[in-house]
């Protein structure tokens, strides 16, 4: 993980959810625990999301770099995962969603964060999006 990441994890955490910098005022952090697709061990990610209903969505863009973020390559192994939100952890599962329902759900990112716009235009490659679903206790 680098300092970066290692920072916003400290500072979500402390916070309950909240982050400064360069999410600074944002209510959509989340923070994300897969098990690596490679080594097996427990990762955990900052990523911003969209609620969807029942549901959060993420946004695989890694910046708009030509490849997949290494969380994405994670889920596609093993879709189990744990998620923070605020104050609150759960289980959950990965869907990975695609077709119409995925170029709604990336347009809705863009008219919350633009960025995510700009990512899109930066490869040519479909940014995937995951929808995480809460697993049953």
Known sequence: MNDFNARVIEEFRANGGRVGGPFE???NMVLITTTGAKSGRRITTPLVFLPDGDRLVL???NGGSDKHPAWYHNL???PELTVEVGTEKFDAEA???TGAERDRLYDRMVARHTDFGTYREKTD???PVVAINRRAA
Do not use: L
Request: glycine letters at 6%.
């Open 25 to 27: 005022g944002r209510d």
């Open 59 to 61: 946004i695989a863009s």
């Open 76 to 78: 596609r192994a093993t």
């Open 95 to 97: 869907e990975f969603v």
């Open 125 to 127: 490659r479909v940014i």
